[in-house]
C-alpha cells in the first residue's frame, strides 16, 4: 500500500511542477496566448496534481 | 517588467522545487516531517502560486498593452489618437478620462457583478477566433450587445459638467432616460462616433509629446 501511496505522490508532485514550470513560462509575457496557456493549461495541471495527492491520502488504508 | 512577476515566477519557482523533490523521494513521506513537506509542496504553495498568478494575470489582461496584442485590435489603438473632439473614446484617451494603460478595459468592461468575469471568457473566445478561426476585418468587429449606458454613467453619473450641460437638456427627461438606458448615449444620436475605425485613412492623429504614457 505504501508503494502505492508512494507512486500517486511521485505522479502528482509531477503533475504540480509541469503545471508550475508552464506557469513560470506564462508569468513575463503580457499576451493574450500566455493568459490562455495560464488559465487553460497551467491551473488545471497543478489542480489536477493537488486533487490527485488529496485523493491518494483518502483513499490510502493505513495498516 | 516590474518586480511583481519576479517575486511571483522565484515563488513559484520554489514551489515547484519542493514538488520536484517530493515527486523524486516520495519516501520522504514515511515520517512526520516528510508529511509536512509533501502537504505543503503539493497542496498549500501550489494554492498560493496559482491564486497570486491568476490575480497577476487577470489584472495583466485589462491593460491597453494587453487588448492591443492582437493585430486585429490595432486600427481601434490608433483610433485612440485621432485629433477630433467628436471621437468619444480618443478624447477621453488623450486627456486621460480613463486611465491610459487600462484605457480598453475602462470601458469595454461590464460595471455588474460577474462584469469582468464576462469580458474575460469573451476574451478567451477571442483569443481561439484569433488563431483557429477566421479572423474579422476591423471595422467588421461590432459589440456583443449594444453599448450600455450604465458603463458611461459609472464615471459620469453625478458628474456637474455631465448634469449641467445644456445639451443633456433639450429635454426635460433626458437625463432620467439615460439614467435607464432608454436613451443610448452612443446610439441615440449624440455621442455616435466611437472607434469608427473603417474612416481612420481620413483622419489626423495626435502625437504626445514627452511624458507620454
Known amino acids: 500500500m505504501t508503494a502505492t501511496l508512494e507512486r500517486r505522490i511521485r505522479w502528482s508532485g509531477l503533475l504540480i511542477v509541469v ?21 487553460l493549461l497551467g491551473c488545471p495541471l497543478v489542480a489536477a496534481g493537488m486533487l490527485f495527492f488529496l485523493y491518494s491520502l483518502v483513499s490510502h488504508d493505513t495498516p | 517588467m516590474n518586480n511583481t512577476p519576479l517575486l511571483l515566477i522565484l515563488f513559484a519557482a520554489i514551489a515547484a522545487a519542493l514538488a520536484l523533490l517530493t515527486a523524486l523521494r516520495p519516501e520522504l513521506t514515511r515520517v512526520r516531517g516528510g508529511k509536512i513537506l509533501a502537504f505543503m ?16 494575470h487577470l489584472e495583466r489582461s485589462t491593460s491597453t498593452k494587453f487588448c492591443l496584442s492582437c493585430h486585429v485590435m490595432a486600427d481601434f489603438g490608433k483610433s485612440l489618437y485621432v485629433d477630433d473632439k467628436s471621437y468619444i473614446p480618443a478624447v477621453h484617451f488623450q486627456n486621460h478620462f480613463v486611465p491610459t494603460d487600462h484605457a480598453c478595459f475602462t470601458c469595454h468592461t461590464d460595471y455588474t457583478l460577474f462584469g469582468d468575469y464576462k469580458a474575460k471568457w469573451r476574451g478567451v473566445h477571442h483569443v481561439l477566433v484569433e488563431y483557429l478561426g ?56 449624440c455621442h455616435d462616433t466611437v472607434h469608427d475605425v473603417a474612416n481612420l485613412k481620413d483622419a489626423t492623429f495626435w502625437t504626445p509629446k514627452g511624458n507620454g504614457k
Open chain 2, 41 to 56: 509542496a503539493l497542496c498549500i504553495l501550489p494554492t498560493l502560486a496559482m491564486w497570486a498568478g491568476v490575480n497577476e
Open chain 2, 134 to 189: 477566421t479572423i474579422p476585418k476591423p471595422e467588421e468587429i461590432k459589440l456583443y450587445t449594444a453599448y450600455n449606458n450604465r458603463e458611461c454613467l459609472h464615471c459620469h453619473a453625478g458628474m456637474r459638467k455631465y448634469e449641467e450641460a445644456s445639451s443633456h437638456h433639450k429635454n426635460p427627461e433626458m437625463l432620467a432616460k439615460a439614467a435607464t438606458n432608454q436613451l443610448s448615449c452612443i446610439s441615440g444620436g
Open chain 1, 19 to 39: 503545471g508550475l514550470l508552464l506557469q513560470i513560462l506564462t508569468l513575463p509575457l503580457t499576451h493574450p496566448l500566455a493568459f490562455v496557456g495560464f488559465a
